[in-house]
């Protein structure tokens, strides 16, 4: 059995008193041995941490501790070796950066679909009124390019923050069908989903909990490829386990 615990997990919060919080944060991931990165926002906390189970848990527990973090729900995988090299706590001004101040999941989200539901969509091809639709990938190229939903939309973007323009430019055609848009664990689509409200796409929604928690509770279908993690383990196979070495991307572009 896979020993080391992996996590991802985000909350849209206000918080205050950063420096002192990092501080607090950063001493008892240590104590624990874990690694990875935390970044802390006023609007609240991005993670992708790993360590041994009970430690990791214990962390979680102790966050929780703290009344603004008791909603915090983690996605979970394992790997042998511990995927990080070290510990690091950033502070930052946006948990994921849109560049759109008004846009802010901590005062409502967009609606969502889970992800069993929308296999069922996906099966049939329409939602359950009968329209049409069609998957919007939010990541960035080379994201996409380890794997990405059957003929799902995406833009070659960049970075997140030319995600609003592009979705923009093909408001029109998409205007008579279901959007369904999407990232690795679903922090994007709390921005893209609310931008894309703002815009007048009232059919649109955002996977619950993106590419991860889908792969845990449905696995492959609809899905191509694998989906790219930021940590050592480069990308993660439906079933979660680590892409094989002879298929890295990584390695690819080493060599060739």
Wanted: with cysteine.
């Amino acid at each position: 059995m896979k020993s080391i615990l992996n996590i991802a997990a985000y909350l849209f919060v206000s918080l205050d008193g950063l420096p002192d919080l990092r501080t607090k944060m950063l001493n008892e991931c240590n104590s624990r041995g874990l690694k990875g990165t935390i970044l802390l926002t006023g609007e609240g906390i991005n993670m992708f941490l790993a360590g041994k189970e009970t430690e990791l848990r214990g962390f979680l527990d102790w966050l929780r501790e703290d009344s603004r973090f008791q909603t915090l729900q983690a996605k979970e995988s394992w790997s042998d070796e511990q995927p990080f090299k070290k510990m690091l706590i950033k502070l930052k001004n946006e948990i994921i950066r849109m560049n759109h101040p008004a846009i802010r999941p901590e005062e409502g989200r967009a609606k969502f679909i889970t992800p069993k539901k929308l296999k069922e969509w996906l099966d049939r091809g329409t939602d359950d009124l009968g329209r049409p639709v069609v998957m919007v990938d939010t990541r960035n190229a080379f994201e996409v390019d380890y794997g990405t939903f059957e003929n799902a939309l995406h833009f070659n973007i960049e970075k997140f923050t030319e995600f609003p323009q592009a979705i923009t430019a093909h408001k029109d055609e998409l205007a008579d069908k279901t959007l369904v848009s999407f990232c690795t664990g679903g922090i994007r689509c709390e921005k893209s989903g609310l931008y894309m409200r703002e815009i007048g796409m009232h059919h649109s929604y955002q996977l619950e909990g993106g590419i991860l928690k889908y792969f845990e509770e449905v696995g492959s279908a609809h899905y191509q490829g694998s989906c790219f993690v930021f940590d050592e383990r480069e990308a993660l196979e439906p079933n979660l386990d680590s892409i094989p070495v002879e298929r890295s991307i990584r390695k690819k572009l080493k060599v060739g």
